[in-house]
């Protein structure tokens, strides 16, 4: 488990939770809210949140959620947790003042949130996403997402399965505005060798740590490890 980060940082999380399905094939929504409650964020960006199929409910149900001290930004319908299966949950005393989406290009399905919450780092716009299976779509998406970042005078800080198994900083060139931690591998969870799930963020934050949670049961709970990272303002 991580350590207690200090007080005036804010700790995020991306996490690949896999609709709750684990490694052992068994969809256990009580398990993936284990790993989150282990990983001690204050704020957490999910992919694959919801089920596959229309209307998409929730694969982590909202009573749950809710049970275990999260709040989720309001960002699906019908049932879902986010949107295109990206869901932001946030506790510790951190507010939501806004919420919205960001329309990915792409042939695949694709979309990004974002959500402006009232954080100890200050007023942050955290963007979640899931990029595309080909290069080229991540690059469009990439771009796309590089434009939200630039959209208003908050702090911002990108995360998610970005699906980019290169170690050379191909997204990064792209948002050049942002820092790029560096890579850490979280997937396949069990023998972890790609660093496809990763944080960035802009020149008014800094990082003080860093990293892959590994504590069980995130070795099956999903077959991506949650990646985390400890943010001050600069």
Known sequence: MPKTPPPDTLRIATYNIQKCIGMDLRRRPERTLQVLSGLGADVAVLQEADKRLPPRPAALPHFLVEETGWQAADLGGAGSLGWHG???LFRN??????????ALPGLEPRGAVWALLETEAGLVRVIGAHLGLTGRARREQMRALARAAEADDAAV???????????????EHIASRLTFLPPKASFPALRPLGALDRIAHCKRLE???HGVHVARPAHIASDHLPVWADLRAV
């Open 86 to 88: 990206n869901a932001v």
């Open 93 to 102: 005393g951190v507010r939501l003042r806004a919420k919205g989406h960001i």
């Open 157 to 171: 800080v990108l995360a998610g399965d970005f699906n980019e198994w290169s170690r050379a900083p191909v997204l």
């Open 207 to 209: 990082a003080v740590a």
